[in-house]
């Protein structure tokens, strides 16, 4: 059989790969093409954003946000994944878009780069465990169990989400072998739930009215509780309301933040991004389209604003067992999609330190030898979401911060290579978008800006002041300090000067073939 000797020939030329770009293979190579996939899907999870922000679609432009707004937005994320995949299958590592802006842009580019991305994955655990605790409280604990929750507030958020986020540290420290069986577990149980539970919409609630579909109306205002509480006209309301599939569709980056865990990284992950964007958007389309056709009335449910989705499924005449087992279901993978998120964010902690661009990386660079794992980063990556929710609590902000800073993270590799590709980006991968590459980037460069225009307006406006915060910050640390310090990833001789630590590294932790 040619399998084992194709597995150890496929791992040779991933450690190969890596010391050719300056690191140790510290990490545990463990994951399959199919588990670096359902890393990212697990990270987008529809039963994620694509409830948790359904109410959002319906405050802006009604049914026709919900599933025209959601393809616009699903094609445009298909068209992203394509550029970092191109990208990625040329440099296969853990911290991928900071490694790329570096090589492609500059060690600047590349160290600005480290801090947008992680502050929008940041917001990914972040906002989703916020999302996890809404749901525990309205569909289980409530909805399933009957307990009473009017009284529930700020304080005992917290506390969920301390207990939450602790409990996927957990998971993440002792090993990517535990963290991979869950979210891959994840993929399937995403699959099957979406489909059950868009087949409970359509058999016990839809109207069959399809007309709803393409009708859009402009719900900011007071049309739509509130939830964007200024009227605006019907553009700015749809750009708005692309943040239903954005937010959504993020995160697909874990694919690359985990190349150096997975086989055949140089071709997996490129697929592991575009997989779990496509099945996404098809998957996530039906399941929007069902819970319109089920709105009893589609005034109504813009309404009901941030309750627009729970008084839907909560109001479906579906047997109660059955609605049980969903509802934990929806909770159980939202919970595995944060985990996910924590797993991204410590690999980008991990890969930033281990070229020094933070303080205290030598801390923070460290792998245990028993698990294989970034386990001080997976620490910090907990307590950093943790405390975001605790400075901007409302689901909302931290969903359009989670968005905007991460695709702004996205369009930074990709507008460098549109720049560097044939000129100093001579390096590719298998995986080539030929024709496409530089149409596909100006794509990304000007639907980003389109995202950042959106992801401003009120009620998101808060993050004006994280990202005002972010560029002076990141501007006096980089003319004032890092700009003298901060090396970037090792380049040209610098990888060869390597041998020796790498041979270190790997000897720390007990790398060997196998």
Known sequence: MAGPDTSDHERSEDVKTLHSMGYAQELARRMSGFSNFAISFSIICILAGGITSFPLAMATGSGFEATVGWIIGGVFALVVAASLGQIGSAYPTAGGLYHWSSILGGRGWGWATAWINLLGLVFVVASVNVGVYALFKDLVWSGVFGH???AWGYQEQVTGVVIITVAQALINHFGIKLTTMLTDFSGYLILVVAVVLTAMFLIWGASWDF????TFVNNTGDAGAGYVPTARTALVAFLIGLLYPLYTITGFDASAHTSEETHNARVAVPRGMIHSVLWSLV???????????????????????????????????????????????????????????LTSTSRMIFAFARDGGLPGSSVWKTVSPTWRTPVPAIWLGAVLAVAATLYSPAFAALAAG??????????????????????SWTEFGPFRLGIWSKPFAVITVLGVLVLMYAGIQPPF???INYAIGLIILLVVLWFGIESRRFKGPPIGADIARRAVEIAAAEKAVGQTAG
């Open 461 to 463: 406006d808060i993050l």
């Open 211 to 214: 007309s709803r579909l393409t």
């Open 283 to 341: 998957f996530g389309f039906v399941m929007a389209v069902s819970f319109v056709l089920a709105s009893p009335d589609l005034a109504a449910t813009a309404k009901d604003g941030a309750n627009a989705w729970f008084n839907l499924f909560n109001n479906l005449p579906a047997p109660f067992w059955l609605k049980s087992i969903i509802a934990i279901a929806i909770v159980l993978a939202n919970f595995i999609c944060a985990l996910a998120g």
């Open 148 to 150: 009473d929750v009017s």
């Open 402 to 423: 989670c968005a905007l800073f991460l695709y702004v993270s996205y369009a930074m590799p990709v507008a460098a290579g549109l720049l560097a590709e044939g000129k």
